[in-house]
């Protein structure tokens, strides 16, 4: 008899094991300036490569290599500040590849957004963290998780696959006001959110 050795759900961290630190090598899968599939109203999306959660299904698998793509650059970056600061641009996202285990490039640019934009543009990312898992981590996580204001948290599961949901791939994703939740000290789900 042959077993199936398959995986059928992600990988999960122990807290401050996935460091970008060590695992970052500061490459992007791509750039996509003005689209409106990845998050509210038009905008910039940047896909950071490096993701080792591994979860079956995974729609960006390419994305998984830390070393997939090109280099981040600083033209690169003046380029993306560039495009948000157009009127019809609502604002950042962050996808992966894992945003939390690059947080070298991903601090680097929500940095400049906020010192160039303030909060007149908004600032979401994706993540196969938990909102609990993120606050138990390093520092450099809860830097960037405390400077975006929307995050969809947790790992994509393909037993709860869902392509109606809005903004997720799976039931068990949240769309998280991170700014609301950071006050509060609980989880503040979007007040957007579609049902």
Known sequence: MVKNTERTRPR??????WLAEKLSQNYIASYKPFNFVD???VRCSLYVSGCPFDCPGCYNKAAQNFRYGQPYTKDLEDRIVEDIG????????LLGG???LNTGVCLSLVNRVRREYGRTKDIWSWT??????LQRDSDDKRELLSKIDILVDGRFEL????LTLQFRGSANQRIIDVQKTLKSGQVVIWDRLVK
């Open 86 to 93: 157009q009127p019809y641009v609502q604002g950042l996202t």
């Open 98 to 100: 894992e945003p939390f």
């Open 12 to 17: 999960n961290p122990n807290p401050k094991t």
């Open 159 to 162: 037993s709860q696959k869902d």
């Open 128 to 133: 196969g963290y938990t909102w609990d898992e």
């Open 39 to 41: 998050g509210e109203g």
